[in-house]
């Protein structure tokens, strides 16, 4: 239905639930590669094995004594260096991570300072959804017309969470991270309500009843997962995401340009795309050399498709995440910077 503005405009889209500008992109990943065939030399597992079930050929390992804050920083300021902006213009920092390095100051306060960005800065943790989880909340704050620019960053290090000699988990996990800068909208962009930027649709969920299907159990150092069990639960559950963040913003699979997923297994990214409609060339993948990356794949992909020309202005983005908790988050917004 064709919904009419109060001053009488017809809209050929509803206006952005959450109205935001995406000025900047940036990522981090560590120097480090480790190849399927480096895990088959010293695991029961093999190449072909992690490719057919998984989708990954390498993924990237920090190096000793990097830490969390030192990929949120690199994307962070990389995001900020393309966007011109400056970190005293910054006043909020959002932080998705939930392998931070400290639990006690949040990571984010050691980024703000390395940064020098003004204001807030908080650690938001769910886990693999946490970057779509972070982006709605730092649209939502710029709704305060105290909030001049909000750093969304994306950044985990689950290698260091992962036993190495457990194949089930640790063939799976690489680190890195990734930072998107959200601006105010302009005059302008109030003034045409159907190109309005920001946050069109979304939806945030989570079912705490299956917390054990991937947790970190208490005073151990590496994490327990059940992966069929969360391959099932998540090939359902983020489709239905999906469509509940189109619906909120009455549209449907045909109004996506690009679908960003979180990157767990290709598998996954596969049926899901497939039950929701959208074609392969439409969904940008990173799993193949990187791994799953938790809180940074979804920020990861946004900076690579917009390197490489397939993110542009006016693009429609569906983007989704799903994992630990069970947390799960769509969004579904329209980029311009
Ligand atoms: O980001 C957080 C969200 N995480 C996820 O969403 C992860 C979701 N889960 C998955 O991606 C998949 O469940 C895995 C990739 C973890 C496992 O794949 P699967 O197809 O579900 O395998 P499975 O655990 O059902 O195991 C199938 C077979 C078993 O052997 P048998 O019993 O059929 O003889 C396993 O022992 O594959 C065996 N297997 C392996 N073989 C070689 C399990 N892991 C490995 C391995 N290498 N690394």
Same mark, same amino acid.
């Given at each position: 239905? $064709?919904?009419?503005?109060?001053?009488?405009?017809?809209? =050929?889209?509803?206006?952005?639930?959450? %109205?935001?500008?995406?000025?900047?992109?940036?990522?981090?990943? %560590?120097?480090?590669?480790?190849?399927?065939?480096?895990?088959?030399?010293? +695991?029961?597992? #093999?190449? #072909?094995?992690?490719?057919?079930? $998984?989708?990954?050929?390498?993924?990237?390992?920090?190096?000793?004594?990097?830490?969390?804050?030192?990929?949120?920083? $690199?994307?962070?300021?990389? !995001?900020?260096?393309?966007?011109?902006?400056?970190?005293?213009?910054?006043?909020?920092?959002?932080?998705?991570?939930? #392998?931070?390095?400290?639990?006690?100051?949040?990571?984010?306060?050691?980024?703000?300072?390395?940064?020098?960005?003004?204001?807030?800065? @908080?650690? +938001?943790?769910?886990?693999?959804?946490?970057?779509?989880?972070?982006?709605?909340?730092?649209?939502?704050?710029?709704?305060?017309?105290?909030?001049?620019?909000?750093?969304?960053?994306?950044?985990?290090?689950?290698?260091?969470?992962?036993?190495?000699?457990?194949?089930? $988990?640790?063939? +799976? @996990?690489?680190?890195?991270?990734?930072?998107?800068?959200?601006?105010?909208?302009?005059?302008?962009?109030?003034?045409?309500?159907?190109?309005? %930027?920001?946050?069109?649709?979304?939806?945030?969920?989570?079912?705490?009843?299956? !917390?054990?299907?991937?947790?970190?159990?208490?005073?151990?150092?590496?994490?327990?997962?059940?992966? %069929?069990?969360?391959?099932?639960?998540? #090939?359902?559950?983020?489709?239905?995401?999906?469509?509940?963040?189109?619906?909120? !913003?009455?549209?449907?699979?045909? =109004?996506?340009?690009? @679908?960003?997923?979180?990157?767990?297994?290709?598998?996954?990214?596969?049926?899901?795309?497939?039950?929701?409609?959208?074609?392969?060339?439409?969904?940008?993948?990173?799993?193949?050399?990187?791994?799953?990356?938790?809180?940074?794949?979804?920020?990861?992909?946004?900076?690579?498709?917009?390197?490489?020309?397939?993110?542009?202005?006016?693009?429609?983005?569906?983007?989704?995440?799903?994992?630990?908790?069970?947390?799960?988050?769509?969004?579904?917004?329209?980029?311009?910077?």
């Amino acid at each position: 239905m $064709t919904a009419i503005a109060p001053a009488g405009r017809r809209l =050929d889209a509803p206006p952005a639930l959450l %109205p935001a500008r995406f000025l900047g992109v940036g990522s981090a990943l %560590p120097d480090g590669v480790v190849t399927n065939a480096q895990l088959e030399a010293r +695991l029961d597992t #093999t190449d #072909t094995w992690i490719r057919e079930r $998984t989708g990954i050929l390498e993924r990237r390992v920090h190096a000793p004594g990097d830490t969390t804050v030192d990929l949120a920083v $690199t994307a962070g300021r990389r !995001a900020l260096e393309h966007a011109g902006v400056d970190p005293s213009a910054v006043d909020l920092v959002v932080l998705a991570t939930s #392998t931070p390095d400290t639990a006690c100051p949040a990571s984010s306060s050691r980024v703000q300072a390395a940064l020098g960005t003004s204001g807030a800065a @908080f650690d +938001l943790n769910a886990a693999c959804a946490g970057f779509a989880y972070a982006l709605h909340v730092g649209a939502a704050l710029l709704a305060d017309p105290a909030m001049r620019h909000v750093l969304v960053i994306g950044a985990d290090r689950f290698t260091s969470v992962v036993d190495p000699e457990d194949r089930g $988990t640790t063939i +799976l @996990f690489g680190d890195g991270a990734g930072a998107v800068l959200l601006g105010r909208v302009t005059d302008a962009d109030r003034a045409d309500l159907r190109v309005a %930027p920001g946050v069109l649709g979304a939806d945030l969920g989570g079912d705490g009843n299956g !917390a054990d299907i991937l947790h970190q159990p208490p005073g151990e150092r590496y994490i327990v997962m059940d992966g %069929p069990e969360l391959f099932r639960r998540a #090939t359902r559950a983020l489709a239905a995401s999906c469509e509940a963040a189109l619906a909120a !913003a009455g549209a449907t699979a045909a =109004d996506v340009d690009l @679908f960003v997923p979180h990157q767990a297994n290709a598998r996954i990214i596969t049926a899901t795309a497939n039950r929701l409609g959208i074609p392969a060339e439409q969904v940008v993948v990173n799993i193949d050399r990187l791994g799953n990356t938790a809180a940074a794949s979804v920020p990861l992909a946004l900076a690579e498709a917009h390197a490489d020309g397939r993110l542009v202005p006016g693009s429609r983005v569906l983007l989704a995440g799903i994992g630990a908790g069970l947390a799960w988050a769509s969004l579904y917004i329209r980029w311009a910077a």
